[in-house]
Every structure is written in C-alpha cells, then in structure tokens.
Nanobody, 120 residues
Framework: QVQLVESGGGLVQPGGSLRLSCAAS????????MGWYRQAPGKERELVAR??????SYAGSVKGRFTISRDNATNTVYLQMNSLKSEDTGVYYC???????????????WGRGTQVTVSS
C-alpha cells in the first residue's frame, strides 16, 4: 500500500556529513508526521529527529548537528547530518506517522533502513 525508501547512507569519517532522504510512495492522501530513527548493533531503536506541520524535535545527542526537513508535495523527509561522530553509526530508519492512504485508512509505516557508518 505505502512504501518508504531511504537513501543517502554510507561510510564517512568523523566530522563529515551525510544527507539522508526518505520518499513515501503509494496512494497517500496525507501524512501527519515523519521522523528518523536509528539502531546501533546491540541497542534499541531510538528517535533521532521528527517533524510535524508545527514543529521539529531532536534527540539531545544530535541537536545542533542534525537538521530534519520535509517536503509535503513529494512526501519526502530529509536528515542533514553534520559533524558526525562514531556514536552516530547505525541503521537509520524513516517513519511516516498516521498516514491516510487507500480506503481512507490510517497507519504508521517504516522504511527498511539505510546504513550509516562513521569511522576513520
């Protein structure tokens, strides 16, 4: 019904930058919020950044370094990551919240994830 595809991950040295993108496709009428989550090996998935129509929010560990943005016309969310640290390494997942889609249903959707590795 609805698919989210992340892109932009890769290997970067500490202090470097990456820009992640996530595009939602399908019969979508509206998306209430979109966000980025990450999961490091052996750790639980955590919120990185989230954007609604009214505000943005960030995990304390990334605030000031990461910027989330959203293009409602294309159902795309971005995450600009600067001053990357080794601790930022993990699989980054895109989430679309309260998506109104086919048959007037509402549901959250997750992308499959993109790997971000910060290493020298």
């Amino acid at each position: 019904q609805v698919q989210l595809v992340e892109s932009g991950g890769g290997l970067v040295q500490p202090g470097g930058s990456l820009r992640l993108s996530c595009a939602a496709s399908g019969t979508i009428f509206s998306i209430n919020a979109m966000g980025w989550y990450r999961q490091a090996p052996g750790k639980e998935r955590e919120l990185v950044a989230r954007v609604t129509s009214d505000y943005t929010s960030y995990a304390g560990s990334v605030k000031g370094r990461f910027t989330i943005s959203r293009d409602n016309a294309t159902n795309t969310v971005y995450l600009q990551m600067n001053s990357l640290k080794s601790e930022d390494t993990g699989v980054y997942y895109c989430k679309a919240e309260r998506v109104r889609f086919a048959n007037d249903r509402f549901q959250d959707f997750w992308g499959r994830g993109t790997q971000v590795t910060v290493s020298s």
